[in-house]
């Protein structure tokens, strides 16, 4: 017998609401993960939990048409991380600072190629300063597909935006990141 999908865990919560832990306890580690390489694994762990909450608070909104709730969660990480942000500058130089702590949450947990590519593109103080200079919602987007690693309907979805309006931020995303990169090369 296949597995439920997260729709049908989700529209069992609404009944009995304990059921809800196996949305979290399928995707709470992607959702920590992200939002450790956004906002430094010190705040990550409140803010997954908020994820959580937030998500347990509206499942009753959930589309139960889209079998996979991880765009969903993905949706309020990265409000989450807007409603955070008190400078993007000072987050990306905590990275960082909290370079050896950060390698360890990685390290405790399982690792794969996308959290690999993620850690040593950390490293680069040009890709730091690059990331820096995006506006937000291009950063978002970008670090959705790179860190998240969603599709373009994962990241319309969690963003609330139009496929073509995430196909926009993220060619721009990357272009953009890709000039700033060149040129610190070149200073």
Do not use: C, K
């Amino acid at each position: 017998m296949p597995s439920p999908t997260d729709a049908d865990v989700i529209a069992a919560s609404w009944h009995d609401p304990r059921r809800f832990e196996d949305i979290f306890h399928r995707h709470y580690r992607s959702i920590f993960r992200y939002l450790a390489l956004r906002v430094g694994p010190d705040e990550a762990g409140d803010l997954a939990s908020e994820v959580f909450v937030r998500a347990f608070a509206r499942r009753r909104r959930y589309r139960l048409d889209h079998p996979n709730a991880l765009p969903w969660l993905f949706g309020f990480a990265a409000n989450l991380v807007r409603e955070h942000r008190r400078g993007r500058r000072r987050r990306l130089q905590a990275y960082a600072r909290f370079a050896g702590r950060l390698r360890a949450v990685v390290d405790d947990h399982e690792t794969d190629a996308a959290t690999e590519r993620a850690w040593a593109a950390l490293q680069s103080p040009g890709l730091r300063r690059a990331l820096a200079a995006l506006p937000e919602p291009e950063l978002s987007t970008l670090l959705l597909a790179a860190l998240g690693d969603l599709t373009y309907r994962e990241i319309a979805a969690a963003t609330g935006v139009p496929i073509g309006t995430v196909r926009s931020r993220l060619a721009r995303a990357r272009r953009r990141a890709r000039e700033l990169l060149e040129l610190d090369r070149s200073t």
